[in-house]
């Protein structure tokens, strides 16, 4: 037995496979008692730091934390050193373990620790590049898909009949030390599918989503926003462009007018249609809108796909005899029956896109259906492996004014939110019209601010068959 646990202290590759699972251990396993623990310290200290923070801070919280782009750049200065660290330690825990001259092993047992040692420094290699891959993505994406900093947000006023004398252009807010979201109890985004990518001038908003989550309970509502309201109220910088004080199109078309129109709407050429968008909307709502982040359709698909597809049940089938192809190539006849089903991306986004066979309030509902299903089945565990292609994804298809600083708190606080019991609504006739008046609004602005009072309407949200695994 001497023997035998002897010539495994003289194994190199048994070394050098320790101290590739904990650098030191191998060094402790070949005798170098002392080399090994200085080796193992920093790495204890290390992980223990970290486990000790996210204890701290929670999983959530962690998260966003670890998103701000300072810390990225850390992780990938850190992930450098730990790959140059664990390499030396492999490498020296191989050396030690080799037996002196008069004890050297054969030719073929050393060619097969050889390439033992090349396999762990390889698979060191892989890791670590891995890592860096994903952290500098990470910094790739909320560089260009975040805003860097917390401002506030207007708070919205009440329409009047009486128009203002002409537009007024707010100063650019200035950063507040309480995120605004924060300041009246409860979190208000606003979710928005467009036919193109963000900043281009084609983009309309065909799927508009109000998303309030109270921060107390964490109880969350949807609210459907119609894309063909008329006559929405515009806020008092912009009311005066037209004689209503309103903006006499559909609602999905202001963003592309802000866009086209300088002198009426505030801001640079690629923010002025999200800024009138989000100010027309709070005015309109009743409710500051503490952030908006908008998608569009190819990353809806490549997102689902990556995904591995979306599970959703469909109470009625869907049969559009002209539904539009996403490249704009033609239409083709889409049937879709009632019941379970797989979708990929294509097909997910076909049965939130789809129209013709009733309107825009039943297209809306099946929207809220797919966000939903699509909040319940993401897993992080298996997003781990394909986490590169998500970056990839949320950069080229995702744009948000919501600030990098504020992702902390707001993960956190949807990680509170029961994906199987938001509730949901949409501002439909008869209660809403189409041609908004002043009763609308008056009801529009109720319905958003009794969100979360008991006795509420609301359209039943179907819970999920199995809760999401927690990994």
Same mark, same amino acid.
């Not at 002196?100 to 762990?120: F, I, K, N, Q």
């Not at 019991?421 to 319905?447: C, D, G, H, L, S």
């Given at each position: 037995?001497?023997?035998?646990?002897?010539?495994?202290?003289?194994?190199?590759?048994?070394?050098?496979?320790?101290?590739?699972?904990?650098?030191?251990?191998?060094?402790?396993?070949?005798?170098?008692?002392?080399?090994? $623990?200085?080796?193992?310290?920093?790495?204890?200290?290390?992980?223990?730091?970290?486990?000790?923070?996210?204890?701290?801070?929670?999983?959530?919280?962690? %998260?966003?934390?670890?998103?701000?782009?300072?810390?990225?750049?850390?992780? %990938?200065?850190?992930?450098? $050193?730990?790959?140059?660290?664990?390499?030396?330690?492999?490498?020296?825990?191989?050396?030690?373990?080799?037996?002196?001259?008069?004890?050297?092993?054969?030719?073929?047992?050393?060619?097969? =620790?050889?390439?033992?040692?090349?396999?762990?420094?390889?698979?060191?290699?892989?890791?670590?590049?891995? $890592?860096?891959?994903?952290?500098?993505?990470?910094?790739?994406?909320?560089?260009?898909?975040?805003?860097?900093?917390?401002?506030?947000?207007?708070?919205?006023?009440?329409?009047?009949?009486?128009? =203002?004398?002409?537009?007024?252009?707010?100063?650019?807010?200035?950063?507040?030390?309480?995120?605004?979201?924060?300041?009246?109890?409860?979190?208000?985004? $606003?979710?928005?599918?467009?036919?193109?990518?963000?900043?281009?001038?084609?983009?309309?908003?065909?799927?508009?989503?109000?998303?309030?989550?109270?921060?107390?309970?964490?109880?969350?509502?949807?609210?459907?926003?119609?894309?063909?309201?008329?006559?929405?109220?515009?806020?008092?910088?912009?009311?005066?462009?037209?004689?209503?004080?309103?903006?006499?199109?559909?609602?999905?078309?202001?963003?592309?007018?802000?866009?086209?129109?300088?002198?009426?709407?505030?801001?640079?050429?690629?923010?002025?249609?999200?800024?009138?968008?989000?100010?027309?909307?709070?005015?309109?709502?009743?409710?500051?809108?503490?952030?908006?982040?908008?998608?569009?359709?190819?990353?809806?698909?490549?997102?689902?796909?990556?995904?591995?597809?979306?599970?959703? +049940? +469909?109470?009625?089938?869907?049969?559009?005899?002209?539904?539009?192809?996403?490249?704009?190539?033609?239409?083709?006849?889409?049937?879709?029956?009632?019941?379970?089903?797989?979708?990929?991306?294509?097909?997910?986004?076909?049965?939130?896109?789809?129209?013709?066979?009733?309107?825009?309030?039943?297209?809306?509902?099946?929207?809220?259906?797919?966000? %939903?299903?699509?909040?319940?089945?993401?897993?992080?565990?298996?997003?781990?492996?394909?986490?590169?292609?998500?970056?990839?994804?949320?950069?080229? =298809?995702?744009?948000?004014?919501?600030?990098?600083?504020?992702?902390?708190?707001?993960?956190?606080?949807?990680?509170?939110?029961?994906?199987?019991?938001?509730?949901?609504?949409?501002?439909?006739?008869?209660?809403?019209?189409?041609?908004?008046?002043?009763?609308?609004?008056?009801?529009?602005?109720?319905?958003?601010?009794?969100?979360?009072? =008991?006795?509420?309407?609301?359209?039943? +949200?179907?819970?999920?068959?199995?809760?999401?695994?927690?990994?």
């Amino acid at each position: 037995m001497r023997l035998s646990l002897a010539r495994l202290r003289r194994s190199p590759a048994l070394a050098a496979f320790l101290s590739f699972l904990l650098p030191g251990l191998g060094q402790v396993w070949a005798g170098a008692v002392m080399r090994g $623990v200085l080796l193992i310290v920093p790495i204890v200290i290390l992980v223990g730091g970290i486990a000790g923070f996210v204890i701290g801070q929670g999983s959530a919280r962690f %998260l966003g934390i670890a998103l701000q782009p300072g810390v990225l750049l850390t992780i %990938l200065a850190i992930d450098a $050193v730990l790959l140059v660290y664990r390499v030396a330690a492999i490498v020296d825990a191989y050396l030690l373990g080799r037996p002196g001259r008069r004890m050297a092993a054969p030719r073929t047992r050393r060619a097969a =620790s050889v390439s033992v040692l090349v396999l762990l420094l390889a698979v060191t290699v892989a890791m670590h590049g891995w $890592v860096g891959v994903v952290t500098y993505k990470s910094y790739d994406l909320v560089a260009n898909v975040f805003v860097p900093v917390s401002t506030s947000t207007p708070q919205p006023t009440a329409p009047t009949a009486t128009p =203002s004398q002409g537009p007024t252009f707010s100063p650019t807010p200035t950063p507040v030390p309480v995120p605004a979201w924060a300041e009246n109890g409860r979190l208000d985004v $606003v979710l928005i599918g467009g036919d193109a990518g963000p900043g281009r001038r084609s983009l309309r908003t065909d799927s508009m989503t109000l998303v309030s989550v109270e921060v107390a309970t964490g109880k969350a509502k949807m609210f459907g926003i119609p894309r063909n309201l008329i006559n929405v109220p515009l806020p008092p910088e912009t009311a005066s462009a037209f004689a209503c004080g309103c903006f006499p199109d559909l609602i999905n078309a202001l963003f592309e007018y802000a866009e086209t129109h300088p002198n009426i709407f505030p801001g640079a050429d690629d923010q002025r249609g999200y800024i009138a968008l989000q100010s027309t909307l709070s005015h309109f709502l009743g409710v500051p809108i503490d952030g908006m982040l908008v998608v569009d359709l190819n990353g809806f698909v490549r997102l689902i796909d990556a995904l591995g597809g979306l599970d959703i +049940t +469909t109470p009625e089938a869907v049969y559009d005899s002209k539904y539009p192809l996403e490249d704009g190539s033609g239409y083709v006849k889409l049937y879709i029956p009632a019941g379970p089903h797989h979708f990929n991306g294509h097909e997910a986004l076909q049965y939130a896109r789809s129209r013709h066979q009733d309107d825009d309030y039943h297209r809306m509902d099946r929207q809220q259906l797919t966000l %939903l299903a699509l909040r319940r089945q993401i897993n992080p565990c298996s997003l781990v492996p394909r986490l590169p292609e998500l970056l990839d994804i949320g950069k080229d =298809s995702l744009w948000t004014d919501i600030a990098i600083s504020d992702l902390p708190d707001l993960l956190a606080l949807a990680q509170r939110v029961d994906a199987g019991k938001i509730k949901r609504a949409a501002f439909n006739p008869p209660e809403i019209p189409e041609y908004i008046n002043a009763a609308a609004v008056a009801t529009v602005q109720k319905m958003v601010a009794d969100a979360f009072k =008991s006795g509420t309407k609301t359209s039943p +949200t179907p819970t999920p068959s199995e809760p999401p695994s927690p990994c």
